[in-house]
């Protein structure tokens, strides 16, 4: 299943099997066969698994692994720039690029399925680099382009993992450390709105603290008060959308129990105040 790109620089069936282009965007599930970079170049959206996830806002890249089922949602007039890589294809020149051990470990999933890479990371501006010059060469296509987008997806893959955005793992403990995960995480859906901290969680999984943190950091790529506040900012967005109800109560039922705290948060994260978002 290859994903929908609009205005795509080369056909999917290209024998170079690398695709440049602009994500089509759906509240759909979506999986697909293919590795995707993104680069979010306008607006912000919310990247969800059924294992958590995260809000990309303008200049985030985020990565996907093959095969991954996630969702983009909460568009707010979000425009992301994609670069696919297919690993499936003999034929297909990343073999050459990437070693095996790698592309094994992204195929059956045994890494991490996907990572955001903000414009904070040292890295950011070197893979926003890679990607801009392989989209760049793909699209004009000048003589021996290809050489070009070849090292770029080099690099681009060198900085992802070299920075430990993904990582390799052993599909034994990654399946431990993901089930420890969806215990910490259900505990959380269910009592966010409450005052929680990370001893209330830990108490409530059997779980230590330094674990459960440890567990945000290395599969979601977060932090647990960053994990808690994107369940209470995303739930207040879907309030403030769908809902007349007064901001002040918003922030009380989103888990918030200062509405200055509540209005300075929301800004940062999206970029608007309660009100100018729901106006929007």
Same mark, same amino acid.
Do not use: W
């Given at each position: 299943?290859? !994903?929908?790109?609009?205005?795509?620089?080369?056909?999917?069936?290209?024998? &170079? +099997?690398?695709?440049?282009?602009?994500?089509?965007?759906?509240?759909?599930?979506?999986?697909?066969?293919?590795?995707?970079?993104?680069?979010?170049?306008?607006?912000?959206?919310?990247?969800?698994?059924?294992?958590?996830?995260?809000?990309? +806002?303008?200049?985030? !890249? $985020?990565?996907?692994? %093959?095969?991954?089922?996630?969702?983009?949602?909460?568009?707010?007039?979000?425009?992301?720039?994609?670069?696919?890589?297919?690993?499936?294809? %003999?034929?297909?020149?990343?073999?050459?690029?990437?070693?095996?051990?790698?592309?094994?470990?992204?195929?059956?999933?045994?890494?991490?399925? $996907?990572?955001?890479?903000? *414009?904070?990371?040292? =890295?950011? *501006?070197?893979?926003?680099?890679?990607?801009?010059?392989?989209? +760049?060469?793909?699209?004009?296509?000048?003589? @021996? @382009?290809?050489?070009? #987008?070849?090292?770029? /997806?080099?690099?681009? &893959?060198?900085?992802?993992?070299?920075?430990?955005?993904?990582?390799?793992?052993?599909?034994?403990?990654?399946?431990?450390?993901?089930? =420890?995960? /969806?215990?910490?995480?259900?505990?959380?859906?269910?009592?966010? !709105?409450?005052?929680?901290?990370?001893?209330? #969680?830990?108490?409530?999984?059997?779980?230590?603290?330094?674990? #459960?943190?440890?567990?945000?950091?290395?599969?979601?790529?977060?932090? &647990?008060?960053?994990?808690?506040?994107?369940?209470?900012?995303?739930?207040?967005? /879907?309030?403030?959308?769908?809902?007349?109800? %007064?901001? !002040?109560?918003?922030?009380?039922?989103?888990? @918030?129990?200062?509405?200055?705290?509540?209005?300075?948060?929301?800004?940062?994260? @999206?970029?608007?105040? %309660?009100?100018? $978002?729901?106006?929007?």
């Amino acid at each position: 299943m290859s !994903i929908e790109i609009l205005n795509a620089t080369s056909a999917s069936n290209s024998a &170079f +099997r690398v695709v440049c282009g602009e994500m089509s965007l759906s509240d759909k599930s979506i999986t697909h066969h293919e590795a995707l970079f993104g680069h979010v170049k306008s607006g912000s959206v919310t990247f969800e698994t059924s294992d958590g996830g995260f809000h990309l +806002r303008k200049d985030d !890249i $985020y990565f996907v692994s %093959p095969n991954t089922r996630y969702k983009l949602t909460n568009s707010n007039s979000a425009s992301i720039n994609v670069i696919t890589i297919n690993f499936t294809n %003999p034929a297909a020149v990343t073999q050459d690029y990437l070693p095996q051990s790698i592309i094994k470990a992204l195929i059956n999933g045994n890494c991490t399925n $996907y990572a955001r890479i903000s *414009p904070s990371e040292g =890295a950011h *501006p070197r893979i926003l680099d890679c990607l801009t010059i392989a989209t +760049r060469a793909e699209t004009e296509k000048s003589d @021996f @382009f290809q050489l070009l #987008v070849y090292g770029k /997806m080099y690099e681009a &893959f060198y900085e992802l993992f070299a920075n430990k955005f993904v990582k390799i793992v052993d599909s034994e403990s990654k399946s431990k450390k993901y089930r =420890a995960l /969806m215990r910490v995480t259900t505990y959380i859906d269910e009592h966010y !709105i409450d005052g929680l901290s990370l001893d209330d #969680v830990a108490g409530a999984t059997g779980i230590s603290r330094y674990y #459960v943190s440890h567990l945000f950091k290395e599969l979601l790529n977060t932090t &647990f008060v960053g994990y808690v506040n994107e369940l209470r900012l995303n739930r207040a967005a /879907m309030l403030l959308l769908t809902t007349d109800t %007064p901001i !002040i109560e918003i922030a009380a039922l989103s888990g @918030f129990n200062n509405l200055s705290n509540f209005n300075r948060a929301f800004k940062l994260h @999206f970029g608007k105040t %309660p009100s100018a $978002y729901r106006k929007a």
